[in-house]
Nanobody
C-alpha cells in the first residue's frame, strides 16, 4: 500500500553534513507518523528520530540529539533528516518508516547508505 524511497546518502568526512529524504507514495502521507532508523554495520537496527503527522512533535535518540533534525513536507509527501556534525559512528544504512494505522506490518524503505570517514 505504502511505498517509501530513501535518498541522499553518501560518503562524507567527519564534521560534514548530509540531508536524507524519504518520498512516500500509495497512501495518505499526512496521516502517518514518520520515523528514521539506522543499522550500523554488524549491529541491530536502531531508532534515530520520529515526527508526528503535522510535524509539531519530534523525538530523537540521544546519540543524535542536537546534530540531526527531522522534518516533513506533507505537500510533497516527503520526510527529511538533516544530519550535521557527522561522526564515524553515524555510518549506517538509514531507513524510513511509516506508521500506517491498521497496517498488518510496518512499512519500510530499502534504505540509503551513509558513510562517515574520519
Amino acid at each position: 500500500q505504502v511505498q517509501l524511497v530513501e535518498s541522499g546518502g553518501g560518503l562524507v568526512q567527519a564534521g560534514g553534513s548530509l540531508r536524507l529524504s524519504c518520498a512516500a507514495s500509495g497512501g495518505t502521507f499526512s496521516t502517518y507518523g514518520m520515523n528514521w532508523f539506522r543499522q550500523p554495520p554488524g549491529k541491530e537496527r536502531e531508532f534515530v528520530a520520529s515526527i508526528s503527522t503535522s510535524g509539531e512533535y519530534t523525538y530523537y535518540a540521544n546519540s543524535v540529539k542536537g546534530r540531526f533534525t527531522i522534518s516533513r513536507d506533507n505537500a510533497k509527501n516527503t520526510v527529511y533528516l538533516q544530519m550535521n556534525n557527522l561522526k564515524p559512528e553515524d555510518t549506517a544504512v538509514y531507513y524510513c518508516n511509516a506508521e500506517v494505522a491498521r497496517a498488518r506490518a510496518p512499512y519500510w524503505g530499502r534504505g540509503t547508505q551513509v558513510t562517515v570517514s574520519p
